[in-house]
């Protein structure tokens, strides 16, 4: 049982009251009084009341991002192909890999879209659509004329290629970079959806 000191009557100088504290103000459940409790038991307690806090903290829906082309991250390949009007013969998968049903890891379906003769910003390119688990992850920009596009990125967004700086942008994490062909390219990635595939390949690949 606890104790504290209640502060006195305004306007007086008695010294406050000693008042009991319920039991139900530190241990709701009355866990930790039990004396048949063991040292493990507790321990599994107290991780279950950490597991329980961490999932109160976490988001309740997505919140998708602008990347570019005017498409959202979360958005599916059907929707995305709509809001592109994409013909179905313009719409090349060069990337389709999922797990098995009979795979016991979480499901993993990295789908990755390649859209040729796209504007963006001004600047004619080829996109790559980067889809995991059926929601869009990243989009990478492969311009024609990168000097031409990396001024358009300047002027428009106010957007510096060269910075060491990760640029962010309505939440979306933007930089560049060079494929295995030396080609440059643009990346517009969701923060949330990036780590998350990181994550599944350090853990389950």
């Not at 504290?4 to 866990?31: C, H, K, L, W």
């Not at 295995?180 to 853990?203: G, M, R």
Request: charged share 25%.
């Amino acid at each position: 049982m606890a104790w504290r000191v209640a502060p006195s009557p305004s306007g007086t100088n008695s010294p406050g009251m000693r008042e009991e504290i319920p039991q139900s103000a530190f241990d709701p459940a009355g866990y930790f009084h039990h004396k048949s409790r063991s040292p493990m038991s507790l321990i599994k307690y107290l991780l279950l009341l950490v597991c329980v806090f961490l999932s109160s903290c976490r988001p309740a829906d997505p919140r998708p991002e602008m990347l570019t082309l005017d498409v959202h991250s979360y958005d599916s390949p059907q929707a995305v192909m709509q809001s592109l009007a994409v013909k179905p013969a313009d719409w090349k998968v060069i990337e389709n890999t999922k797990t098995g049903p009979s795979d016991k890891r979480p499901p993993y379906h990295l789908l990755v879209v390649s859209v040729e003769n796209v504007m963006d910003h001004g600047a004619l390119g080829t996109a790559r659509l980067h889809f995991f688990n059926n929601r869009l992850s990243r989009v990478s920009f492969y311009p024609k004329d990168f000097a031409y596009y990396k001024r358009k990125l300047r002027s428009d967004l106010d957007i510096e290629l060269d910075s060491p700086a990760l640029n962010l942008r309505f939440g979306a994490r933007i930089r560049s970079g060079k494929d295995y062909k030396d080609e440059p390219y643009v990346d517009f990635a969701d923060p949330v959806l990036d780590d998350e595939h990181n994550e599944w390949i350090s853990t389950y690949s």
